[in-house]
């Protein structure tokens, strides 16, 4: 694994809208797969939202043993079962993620909540019968964690939000005795998704104000806290999510098909889930291989289909292709995955050619091969040729990036590579002249 999100999220380059909505769909099927099994997590925090090097996203350590219930007047259980460890050096900051219902007072029973008519609730999968001296089928985690979302395999394929196991619930919502329910889960990832949209990285609640939050209800200013997010579909899903009554809050397969296509695009579940799953356990080079095979149809599917090229679900594959570039193992797969990444160019926007693509193409600028070399110059050139709107962190990208990078290429031993720099050069410097342009414009 390449980081949590925790992490993930306070790196450069920082997640783009279509980032986010990817990670956010991927953990929603993470819940329909785990609860479809009878599986509850127990612990859903930012910490425990694992990411592959192309956001691939895992949903690690689950905690079903810890306890259902906490005392709400001795946090000693909260902070050694629960609290979030240290960030940047610093001790537990008693960050909450645990739904509010699962602190009782200090008489040892939970606040009531209101009872009203509940939405849905996953049922458990049934176990097979089988004799009592045979021994049962034992599901192993896979390599890339305990769920795969959308990979096959001999329990059938991973649930989606249009599975059967989503039933209407009785007239009222009932934990299972000293269990976990699947709300809990749902209003802790309510928390995670709520932090991953905001504008800061900040937790949704912390110890003190979970406890706040049950007691006071509609005292607590919740809606302070949700104006973090700025786009108004996710700030009412996550108000959802959220809510004090259990029985308020959707199943994740309902959140799913009821934010599709508002919040998430529907090629996500159409095309790009099932997509990105073929890539689970295949080489880097394999990885490209079959990006390369797929690309007219990826072109078509994620970027015909939006109108923003910031809102292009090409750049989820473009992070699936620079992830594998330092690992090729071959000359010509390496072109390929540039040819990918000047093709890809033309459909996302400014910001993502200067910030992920162009540093991993010039990162080969210095290849032994030859083609590598010559393939970085005509990539490059791809990218950079189309960029309209220069950032102003960005105007010094060509004295202090581009044209240390290229300097060898018009003296370069190899006629190949000296002339893909001079097909090159021309539009190049039209490149140029617009960053020079830029800068005395931000001058000015």
Not at 214 to 230: H, V
Not at 231 to 243: A, F, H, T
Not at 291 to 314: H, N, W, Y
Not at 318 to 326: C, G, Q
Request: one cysteine or more; a negative charge.
């Amino acid at each position: 694994m390449h980081h949590n999100l925790y992490e993930r999220m306070s790196q450069r380059p920082f997640l783009h809208l279509i980032e986010r909505k990817w990670i956010a769909y991927q953990l929603l099927q993470a819940l329909v797969q785990s609860h479809s099994c009878g599986v509850c997590h127990g612990d859903i925090k930012t910490e425990n939202v694992v990411l592959t090097a192309w956001d691939w996203v895992l949903l690690a350590d689950f905690a079903p043993f810890k306890p259902r219930s906490l005392p709400d007047d001795n946090p000693a259980d909260f902070s050694f079962f629960f609290d979030t460890p240290g960030r940047q050096g610093r001790p537990g900051r008693r960050l909450c993620y645990v739904a509010p219902e699962r602190f009782t007072s200090g008489d040892g029973e939970a606040l009531p909540a209101p009872v009203v008519t509940p939405r849905a609730l996953v049922t458990p999968r049934a176990a097979p019968e089988v004799e009592s001296s045979a021994p049962l089928p034992v599901r192993m985690p896979s390599e890339s964690g305990f769920t795969v979302p959308g990979a096959d395999d001999d329990f059938g394929p991973a649930p989606t939000a249009s599975s059967s196991s989503v039933r209407s619930m009785g007239e009222e919502w009932r934990p299972s005795g000293g269990e976990l329910a699947t709300a809990h889960d749902v209003f802790s990832l309510g928390c995670v998704i709520a932090e991953l949209f905001g504008k800061t990285v900040t937790p949704t609640f912390s110890y003190a104000e979970m406890l706040r939050y049950r007691k006071e209800r509609a005292a607590f200013p919740l809606e302070a806290k949700l104006q973090e997010i700025a786009e108004p579909e996710v700030r009412e899903m996550v108000r959802s999510m959220l809510s004090l009554d259990p029985s308020m809050r959707l199943s994740a397969a309902d959140y799913l098909e009821s934010r599709t296509p508002s919040i998430f695009p529907a090629y996500f579940s159409e095309f790009l889930h099932q997509f990105m799953a073929k890539l689970l356990r295949t080489s880097h080079d394999e990885k490209i291989s079959i990006v390369s095979a797929a690309q007219d149809e990826l072109i078509s599917k994620l970027a015909g289909m939006e109108s923003e090229p910031s809102e292009s679900g090409l750049i989820v594959i473009a992070n699936v292709v620079t992830s594998s570039l330092p690992h090729l193992t071959t000359p010509w797969i390496k072109v390929e995955a540039l040819r990918l990444l000047g093709k890809f160019a033309a459909h996302v926007d400014d910001d993502t050619r200067l910030q992920r693509l162009l540093p991993h193409i010039l990162s080969v600028a210095s290849d032994e091969s030859t083609v590598v070399r010559a393939a970085c110059i005509t990539a490059a050139t791809a990218v950079l040729e189309p960029v309209v709107e220069v950032p102003a962190m960005d105007i010094f990208l060509f004295p202090e990036y581009i044209l240390p990078a290229f300097h060898n290429f018009p003296d370069d031993e190899d006629t190949g590579v000296r002339i893909a720099h001079a097909n090159c050069i021309g539009s190049l410097a039209n490149a140029a002249h617009t960053f020079h342009r830029a800068r005395w414009d931000l001058i000015a």
